[in-house]
């Protein structure tokens, strides 16, 4: 059983920053990408970012510019870093593995306007 465990979520004004993390309790060489994905409330959950073992990214288009995907496998961590924060970012946002059915549990992120 793999566990993901996010962090780094919180509360931030319009036009801030956070970084999320997302730690994997195994090593991500065995998984081919990983991702980010959101959902707002009554929304359904959306994929924002990916991260391949190679180190390609795709983003979605509400996010490219703004936010960069990046993993460190020596530390088994995807991180997420969201600049320029818009109100409609305001979701919880989880990590997936590509191709395999783990979740983390998600971290609440909230822009204020």
């Known amino acids: 059983q793999v566990q993901l465990v996010e962090s780094g979520g919180g509360l931030v004004q319009a036009g801030g920053s956070l970084r999320l993390s997302c730690a994997a309790s195994?090593?991500?060489?065995?998984?081919?990408?990983m991702a980010w994905y959101r959902q707002a409330p009554g929304k359904q959950r959306d994929l924002v970012a990916v991260?391949?073992?190679?180190?390609?990214?795709n983003y979605a288009d509400s996010v490219k510019g703004r936010f960069t995907i990046s993993r460190d496998n020596a530390k088994n961590t995807v991180y997420l870093q969201m600049n320029s924060l818009k109100p409609e970012d305001t979701a919880v946002y989880y990590c997936?593995?590509?191709?395999?059915?783990?979740w983390g549990q998600g971290t609440q992120v909230t822009v204020s306007s």
């Open positions: 991260v391949t073992s190679g180190g390609s990214t």
């Open positions: 997936h593995t590509i191709g395999y059915d783990y």
């Open positions: 195994t090593n991500l060489f065995r998984f081919n990408a």
